[in-house]
């Protein structure tokens, strides 16, 4: 799969863009501060995820502007994508169109046009919250199985009003019928997410091991809050259900005094180890970056593998932050997608061949090598 060409108004800084890429490789130059990732943004919306970068969207409708418009054309049957956004008495306003069909909500395009995204900010998926870790796997449990968005807005949802109800001292027949609904949901996210750990593990151990020539090694735990997740294989899942209700109801308690839940995937934590010992506590800064590159590039390989479809990457600033031969690895693993990456100077793909340049100046995108 790769993007043919899309066209941009009005988003962050770009006034106006049409660009037709390059099905290989688009490296997109120039200072800081000048549009680049705005440029790499716009192409992930219509992935339909979040932005990258984790902003809202009215901060990306351009200052002199009230809306935004993004449209992409791929490759594959369902090939045509416009998504705009328009801001109307403060209010905002989301229109999505796929193949002339129109959508309430960017989610409908998850899983049709894959794309992963690495950026300098992904080194804190090592050192940063738990939350961010989380999100890491769910965003690829979104990519391969839409229906797993569904589960993760109705639990949040649930979460949410669960933590209304504790807050105002509820009655507490009324909270465990929420804990009932958190237990149903709760259950499906977390053997999701243990499942999608072990089909990636692999992949993850592979390239951290190349990439550290065998001197280190590296192993991601999943650390579950709501049950054992020993007896996942043994118990069924109406079981594994039944012990994460018990388990918030032997614990109301401490629920009802802290006034938040405390059990559930929403608590839970991805473990990852270098040579044994804690990454977040322990791990060199080298070999942080080895395994948040490790981690990106078994997501993308492991996307690719399972939808039998080459997700589009993009790589934003990043080779900036590695040594050669860490730039080299990226460039070696990534030679069969459709790669969109920025950074100050173009000097590291002079060799490479089929690829596309260009140039970003306040906004403004000139295509200055084909």
Same mark, same amino acid.
């Given at each position: 799969?790769?993007?043919?060409? #899309?066209? %941009?108004?009005?988003?962050?800084?770009?006034?106006?863009?049409?660009?037709?890429? $390059?099905?290989? %490789? $688009?490296?997109? %130059?120039?200072?800081?501060?000048?549009?680049?990732?705005?440029?790499?943004?716009?192409?992930?919306?219509? @992935?339909?995820?979040?932005?990258?970068?984790?902003?809202?969207?009215?901060?990306?409708?351009?200052?002199?502007?009230?809306?935004?418009?993004?449209?992409?054309?791929?490759?594959? *049957?369902? /090939?045509?994508?416009?998504?705009?956004?328009?801001?109307?008495?403060? /209010?905002?306003?989301?229109? %999505?169109?796929?193949?002339?069909?129109?959508? /309430? @909500?960017?989610?409908?395009?998850?899983? !049709?046009?894959?794309?992963?995204?690495?950026? *300098?900010?992904?080194?804190?998926?090592?050192?940063?919250? *738990?939350?961010?870790?989380?999100?890491?796997?769910?965003? +690829?449990?979104?990519?391969?199985?839409?229906?797993?968005?569904?589960?993760?807005? !109705?639990?949040?949802?649930?979460? =949410?009003?669960?933590?209304?109800?504790?807050?105002?001292?509820?009655?507490?027949?009324?909270?465990?019928?929420?804990?009932?609904? =958190?237990? /149903?949901?709760?259950?499906?996210?977390?053997?999701?997410?243990?499942?999608?750990i072990e089909k990636i593990k692999p992949y993850i151990k592979k390239f951290f091991n190349e990439m550290a020539n065998?001197?280190? @090694?590296?192993?991601?735990?999943?650390?579950?809050?709501?049950?054992?997740?020993?007896?996942?294989?043994?118990?069924?899942?109406?079981?594994? &259900?039944?012990?994460?209700?018990?388990?918030?109801?032997?614990?109301?308690?401490?629920?009802?005094?802290?006034?938040? &839940?405390?059990?559930? *995937? !929403?608590?839970?934590?991805?473990k990852i180890f270098i040579n044994g010992k804690e990454a977040k506590s322990f791990a060199s800064q080298g070999q942080?970056?080895?395994?948040? #590159?490790?981690?990106?590039?078994?997501?993308?390989?492991? #996307?690719?593998?399972?939808?039998?479809?080459?997700?589009?990457?993009?790589?934003?600033?990043?080779?900036?932050?590695?040594?050669?031969?860490?730039?080299?690895? #990226?460039?070696?693993?990534?030679?069969?997608?459709?790669?969109? +990456?920025? &950074? &100050?100077?173009?000097?590291?793909?002079?060799?490479?061949?089929?690829?596309?340049?260009?140039?970003?100046?306040?906004?403004?995108?000139?295509?200055?090598?084909?």
């Amino acid at each position: 799969m790769y993007l043919k060409n #899309i066209k %941009v108004k009005g988003f962050r800084n770009i006034n106006n863009a049409n660009l037709s890429f $390059n099905k290989n %490789v $688009n490296v997109i %130059v120039g200072e800081n501060a000048q549009g680049k990732t705005n440029l790499l943004e716009s192409i992930f919306l219509l @992935s339909g995820s979040r932005s990258f970068r984790g902003s809202k969207e009215k901060e990306m409708i351009k200052e002199t502007e009230k809306s935004f418009y993004i449209e992409g054309n791929f490759d594959e *049957p369902e /090939k045509q994508v416009k998504y705009a956004s328009l801001l109307e008495n403060g /209010k905002l306003i989301k229109k %999505v169109i796929k193949n002339d069909k129109a959508y /309430k @909500s960017s989610r409908t395009l998850v899983g !049709h046009f894959p794309m992963t995204a690495f950026s *300098p900010d992904d080194l804190l998926l090592i050192k940063g919250s *738990p939350s961010l870790r989380r999100d890491f796997l769910d965003s +690829i449990l979104c990519s391969l199985f839409p229906s797993y968005l569904s589960n993760i807005n !109705h639990y949040e949802k649930i979460v =949410m009003h669960k933590n209304k109800l504790l807050k105002e001292e509820a009655d507490e027949k009324i909270v465990e019928v929420y804990s009932m609904q =958190m237990a /149903k949901y709760g259950t499906s996210i977390t053997l999701s997410r243990l499942e999608l750990i072990e089909k990636i593990k692999p992949y993850i151990k592979k390239f951290f091991n190349e990439m550290a020539n065998g001197r280190d @090694s590296i192993d991601i735990f999943y650390e579950c809050s709501s049950f054992d997740i020993k007896e996942v294989g043994i118990k069924s899942t109406n079981e594994l &259900c039944e012990d994460y209700l018990n388990k918030m109801l032997e614990n109301k308690d401490k629920e009802n005094f802290s006034k938040q &839940c405390l059990y559930g *995937p !929403h608590r839970d934590e991805l473990k990852i180890f270098i040579n044994g010992k804690e990454a977040k506590s322990f791990a060199s800064q080298g070999q942080i970056r080895s395994a948040v #590159i490790s981690l990106i590039l078994a997501k993308t390989e492991l #996307i690719k593998n399972i939808l039998n479809k080459a997700p589009i990457v993009i790589l934003d600033d990043v080779m900036s932050e590695l040594d050669s031969t860490r730039q080299k690895f #990226i460039l070696d693993k990534i030679k069969d997608f459709q790669v969109f +990456i920025s &950074c &100050c100077q173009k000097d590291i793909f002079e060799n490479r061949k089929n690829k596309s340049v260009f140039e970003v100046k306040n906004g403004e995108i000139l295509k200055i090598e084909e």
